[in-house]
C-alpha cells in the first residue's frame, strides 16, 4: 500500500517513527517541532518548558468548559532506547511497514504508538465539535529511559506542572500476546544497591580468618534465599503476576587480583525491586540486618536514590476515573486485566504526587519486543488503540 492512500494517522505514526530520538543523542529537537505542527494544525495550545537545555518537554492543552476541575493528562516519552542495526530485519528507524501491515522501528511500541493515540483522539474529538468539561493536557516528555531527572521526575515537582492541576493521568503499557491486556494501577519501587565486603587478604594457600570472601557469601545466600522464596511464591500462585512479588538479581560482582591471593574486598551488586504490598521500611530493615549478621566492615550504598513510594490507583467502580475506563473497555468489548507494572515508568512520579494515573497500551495479540530487535506494532491495532482511547477521553473528561 502506498503511503498517500493509507489511513493518516499510520502516517503520522510512521513519521513520528522516522525520527530518530534515541539515546545517547535523542533529537528532541525535530520531535518538538513534528509536535508543535500537530498541534498547530488541530489549533491547540502549547508550551515548551525545559528543565535542562536541549531537555524540552512539550504540554499540548484542550482548555475544558470547566478549567478549574483537576485536568486529564496523556503522558508519553520521546525518548527511545539505542539500537543495533545489524541485528534488525529492517532499518530501525524506516517505520517499515510489510504486507500483513506490520510496522517495523525503534519505539513503534515504546512508546511512540501511545503518543499517536493520545494526539489522534483528542484531534478526533475536538474535529467532531466536542468541548470537554475537563481541560486535557497530552504531554511529551524526555529522558524516562534514563530515569527522567530532567524529564518528568523533576517535571512533577515544578509549580508549573502543580498549576496544570492534574488529577488523572495515562501513561504507559505493555503489549500483550493474547487478548487480555494489562492495565498497570501500581509499580515495583526499585532498590539498587552496592554492598561491599572488606576482609583480610593473604596467600592462598592459606585458611585466612574474616575474608572478605566469606561475608559476600552470607549476603549473597541471603538474598539469593528470598529471590527463590519469592519465585516459588509466584508459580505457586496463577493468581499472580510479576510485579505482585519482589525480585532480587545479582547483577554484578567484582574483587580480586590474581588466583593466588585472597582479596580484600569484594563488592556486589543487586537489582532489587518491591512490590508495594510489602513494607518497604521493613524490608530495608531486614536487608541491613542481613549486612549486619554477615561480618564486620560489610557497607551498603545505593547506586541510585532509593525510590520508596509505594502509591497504587483508584481500581474500584466507586472511583469515577477508574469508571470511566471500565465504560470505555466495556464498550469496545476488550478484555483488561488490573495489575502491578514489574518495571518502572514515569507514572510513578505521577503517582507520588497524587494523581490517579494508570499504564495502558492497547496492543493486545501483540509479540512484548520493547528494547528487544525488530521491534513492531501492526497497523490495525495502532487504529484500534486510537477509537479506544477516543472513549477514554470522552469519558473522563467530562466525569
Known sequence: MEENTENPSTT????YVRIPSVHPEP??????SFLVKQADTVDLGWRRYELSPGKPILVISWLGMEPDLP???LNSHMDVVPVFPEHWTHPPFSAHKDEEGNIFGRGTQDMKCIGIMHLEAVRRLKSQGMRPKRTVHITFVPDEEIDGEFGMLGFAKTQYFKNLNVGFSMDEGMASPDDEIPLYYGERSCFWIQVTC??????????????????AQKIINKLLDYRTMEKARLESNPELTPGDVTTINLTLMSGGVQVNVVPDKYVLNFDIRITPTTDIVEFEAMLRGWLSEAGPDVSLEFIVDKYTDQSLSPIKDTDPWFSGLKRAFKKH???VKPQIFAANTDARYLREQGIATFGF????RTPILLHDHDEFLNEAVLLKGIDIFI????????C
Open 12 to 15: 503520522l505514526f510512521r513519521e
Open 27 to 32: 533529537d528532541y529537537e525535530e520531535v518538538v
Open 71 to 73: 485536568s486529564v493528562m
Open 198 to 215: 572488606l576482609g583480610s587478604p593473604g596467600h592462598g594457600s592459606r585458611f585466612i580468618e574474616n575474608t572478605a570472601a566469606e561475608k
Open 333 to 335: 468489548n476488550i478484555k
Open 361 to 364: 497500551s492497547p496492543m493486545p
Open 391 to 398: 472513549d477514554i477521553v470522552k469519558n473522563v473528561a467530562n
